[in-house]
């Protein structure tokens, strides 16, 4: 490629000069073009017509013209013949496509990802359950739950209570075989309040049911029979009772446990938690 380019500068290059050193002999062609008109002296030939002869002139001239003009074609068809393979080596040269670089991209970068901490658990496996043991009120009513030794008892409202009915249930916990028992209940006289019934979990046959009403209350007391016992376990003890219509406060309604186990006496008692308190439980 190196030389074939070489060669063209050189051509051009002669071209260019030869083109720019040549000067028409006008008086000379003029000469020629009339000694061919007036033809070969001592030839049998006429004259030709004025017209005819500057029709020759006219050849003349126009052959001269094409000479000039193909030599300029030339030298044209020369340069570009030059220019075209330089512009065609450009064009097809190899342009190398850009990579955008992280700083030229137009999308915001990615922030990090925070690691989101574990969450603490509310409580640890070895805590302990908390106690079923409810608080007092603000009402100054007494603990529904209490425990003694093997005993534990928990006095509720049960939640299918209406306007017109109520029962309230005791509930034993044992640990123990219990040899004696005693269950006490003390409903207030709130108004209209009157026996609808009792039961237990326990042998029927196995206690004695008292229904009373004194001071101001209704009291449901259940015995066990001599030679019977309770065995380790948990047992109910519920006292059902109609009250006149509307909601009734069970504030005032207590209950008591006695019992023995072995030759230990025991005892347990409190207050009942409102329907929405033993619904929680």
């Known amino acids: 490629m190196t030389m074939r380019r070489d060669v063209h500068e050189e051509l051009c290059a002669r071209l260019h000069e030869a083109a720019g050193a040549h000067e028409p002999d006008r008086e000379r062609i003029l000469a020629r073009v009339e000694r061919g008109m007036a033809g070969p002296e001592g030839s049998g030939h006429r004259a030709r017509p004025p017209v005819l002869g500057w029709m020759r002139v006219a050849g003349a001239t126009a052959a001269v013209a094409g000479v000039l003009a193909v030599g300029g074609y030339a030298v044209a068809s020369a340069v570009r013949e030059e220019a075209a393979p330089r512009q065609r080596e450009v064009a097809t040269s190899p342009t190398p496509t850009p990579t955008p670089s992280p700083e030229a991209t137009s999308r915001a970068p990615v922030p990090p990802v925070e690691e989101t901490p574990p969450a603490t658990p509310e409580r640890s496996e070895s805590a302990p359950s908390p106690s079923r043991k409810p608080s007092t009120s603000v009402t100054g009513r007494p603990?529904?739950?209490?425990?003694?030794?093997?005993?534990?008892?928990?006095?509720?409202?049960?939640?299918?209570?209406?306007?017109?009915?109520?029962?309230?249930?005791?509930?034993?916990?044992?640990?123990?075989?219990?040899?004696?028992l005693t269950v006490r209940l003390r409903i207030a006289q709130t108004g209209g309040v009157s026996n609808a019934g009792a039961w237990r979990s326990l042998p029927e046959n196995d206690f004695t049911l008292t229904v009373d009403e004194r001071d101001g209350f209704?009291?449901?007391?259940?015995?066990?029979?001599?030679?019977?016992?309770?065995p380790a376990g948990e047992w109910v003890f519920a006292g059902q009772f109609d009250h006149d219509r509307g909601g009734r406060d069970a504030g005032a309604d207590r209950y008591t446990v006695t019992a023995t186990a072995g030759s230990e006496r025991l005892s347990v008692g409190g207050g009942f938690a409102a329907v929405d308190d033993a619904e929680d439980d």
């Open 143 to 180: 603990p529904a739950a209490t425990e003694d030794g093997p005993l534990w008892s928990d006095g509720s409202v049960d939640p299918h209570s209406n306007d017109f009915w109520a029962q309230s249930t005791i509930t034993l916990k044992t640990r123990e075989e219990l040899t004696a």
């Open 218 to 230: 209704v009291l449901y007391t259940w015995t066990l029979r001599e030679g019977r016992e309770v």
